[in-house]
């Protein structure tokens, strides 16, 4: 049977950028894997003008338990004033979805 997981994406301006918030989402084991899709260019109405710019694509892959918390450590340290934040959730295979379980649950303090 297959495991509800959810997808994750975002847009950030460089590569740079890119690397630190994957980095910082999965030691925070906030997201499973994080996937660079690649560069993107983005053409977009903001404040009344219409822009264009080069940017870099991460895919987040994390459970449904820790879904909340991940966009809210996104869009808290995200570069952009008004980041794009897209989240569906899919059904992964079973072997897949409860990796992505295991590697997003909270460790436990004894």
Request: glycine share 4%; proline share 5%.
């Amino acid at each position: 049977m297959n495991v509800p997981v959810i997808l994750m994406m975002t847009t950030l301006p460089d590569a740079e950028s890119a690397t630190a918030l994957a980095q910082a989402i999965l030691e925070a084991r906030l997201a499973a894997c994080v996937t660079r899709l690649g560069a993107v260019e983005s053409q977009y109405h903001w404040k009344g003008a219409l822009e264009s710019s080069e940017e870099v694509q991460l895919l987040l892959k994390t459970s449904v338990a820790r879904s909340e918390e991940l966009q809210r450590f996104v869009e808290a340290r995200h570069p952009y004033e008004t980041p794009e934040v897209l989240v569906w959730q899919a059904e992964a295979s079973p072997g897949y979805g409860q990796w992505v379980n295991a590697e997003t649950q909270r460790p436990l303090h004894v």
